[in-house]
T-cell receptor
Framework: NAGVTQTPKFQVLKTGQSMTLQCAQD?????MSWYRQDPGMGLRLIHY???????DQGEVPNGYNVSRSTTEDFPLRLLSAAPSQTSVYFC???????????FGQGTRLTVV | DAKTTQPNSMESNEEEPVHLPCNHS???????IHWYRQLPSQGPEYVIH???SNVNNRMASLAIAEDRKSSTLILHRATLRDAAVYYC?????????????FGGGTRVLVKP
């Protein structure tokens, strides 16, 4: 069982570069989310999706775009990386509103 | 979102029970109480959730006060692998999308 797979695990970007963080799940979950976690803090929601073709903003969406063309994949795009986006990014999926969420192992991003 | 209050840290001896308190005095009738934990350098992991009644699963028990203004996560026999940050989260059935609001959590240290 792969669960939620995030790639890459580590990434270093220069300020102004763009990149896409990949997230895939093989559990046929409708709900998917992206969170960021800064050192010593809890997770904050960036964007989420309640199904293919449907996305919405979370608490901290600025500087990020998402799309959901399939149930399995939910990529997160950084449009123009900034040092403030240095963080660990987690993707999560769940089957329904009140079911358990499954998290990926995270992508550690450093913007220099 | 209703807020939760947890102690910053707790210590326990291996093979002893751990009781993790969570206060949520502004909880509404539609809020579920969720617990997740995060081991070092990993994504959050679901532990348990409940609405009104006490809940048990293979990982832990959740005791919910009768007025629902507080709850306690119980790890029956702590192991070294249980050392993690434990997050108490309220999730409203009315909340849009997939949001889990993470606070600071309780860091649990398990001594051998």
């Amino acid at each position: 069982n792969a669960g939620v797979t995030q790639t890459p695990k580590f990434q270093v970007l220069k300020t102004g570069q763009s990149m896409t963080l990949q997230c895939a799940q093989d559990m046929n979950h409708e709900y998917m989310s992206w969170y960021r976690q800064d050192p010593g803090m809890g997770l904050r929601l960036i964007h989420y999706s309640v199904g293919a073709g449907i996305t919405d903003q979370g608490e901290v969406p600025n500087g990020y775009n998402v799309s959901r063309s399939t149930t399995e994949d939910f990529p997160l795009r950084l449009l123009s990386a900034a040092p403030s986006q240095t963080s660990v990014y987690f993707c999560a999926s769940r089957w329904g509103l009140d079911t358990e969420a499954f998290f990926g192992q995270g992508t550690r991003l450093t913007v220099v | 979102d209703a807020k939760t209050t947890q102690p910053n840290s707790m210590e326990s001896n291996e093979e002893e029970p751990v009781h993790l308190p969570c206060n949520h005095s502004t909880i509404s009738g539609t809020d579920y109480i969720h617990w997740y934990r995060q081991l070092p350098s990993q994504g959050p992991e679901y532990v348990i959730h409940g609405l009104t009644s006490n809940v048990n699963n293979r990982m832990a028990s959740l005791a919910i006060a009768e007025d629902r203004k507080s709850s306690t996560l119980i790890l029956h026999r702590a192991t070294l692998r249980d050392a993690a940050v434990y997050y108490c989260i309220l999730r409203s059935r009315k909340a849009a999308g997939n949001k889990l609001t993470f606070g600071g959590g309780t860091r649990v240290l398990v001594k051998p």
